[in-house]
């Protein structure tokens, strides 16, 4: 059993950053593919960024490449999300996720995810 708890999340203008955090309990959070999804009022939850146990391997959602970075701290049972450049398009609660069954995969799927947080509202003004 994993549980995750993400922080970091606010209000921001247009062009700022945020990071977000997430942190794991647990001593075998290195054994997780880990990833971070987002869902915007009345739209469906959708994939932003997902990184591999060892942190080797990472993948985005198209329309934040080149401005979030995922990161992991396997000393820390924490996985990171810096976001940079932030629209409006942007604003939604992230959620961050684990994954145990192939944890050196970076999946875009929420249902092949098992455990969740309870999320974090980012909030973009423009």
């Known amino acids: 059993q994993v549980q995750l708890v993400e922080s970091g999340g606010g209000l921001v203008q247009a062009g700022g950053s945020l990071r977000l955090s997430c942190a794991a309990s647990g001593r075998t959070f290195s054994r997780y593919a880990m990833g971070w999804f987002r869902q915007a009022l009345g739209k469906e939850r959708e994939f932003v960024a997902a990184i591999s146990w060892s942190g080797g391997s990472t993948n985005y959602l198209d329309s934040v490449k080149g401005r979030f970075t995922i990161s992991r701290d396997n000393a820390k049972n924490t996985v990171y999300l810096q976001m940079n450049g932030l629209k409006p398009e942007d604003t939604a609660v992230y959620y961050c996720?684990?994954?145990?069954?192939?944890?050196?995969?970076?999946?875009?799927?929420?249902?092949?995810?098992?455990?969740w947080g309870q999320g974090t509202q980012v909030t973009v003004s423009s």
């Open positions: 996720a684990a994954e145990r069954n192939f944890p050196e995969l970076t999946r875009t799927t929420a249902a092949v995810y098992d455990y």
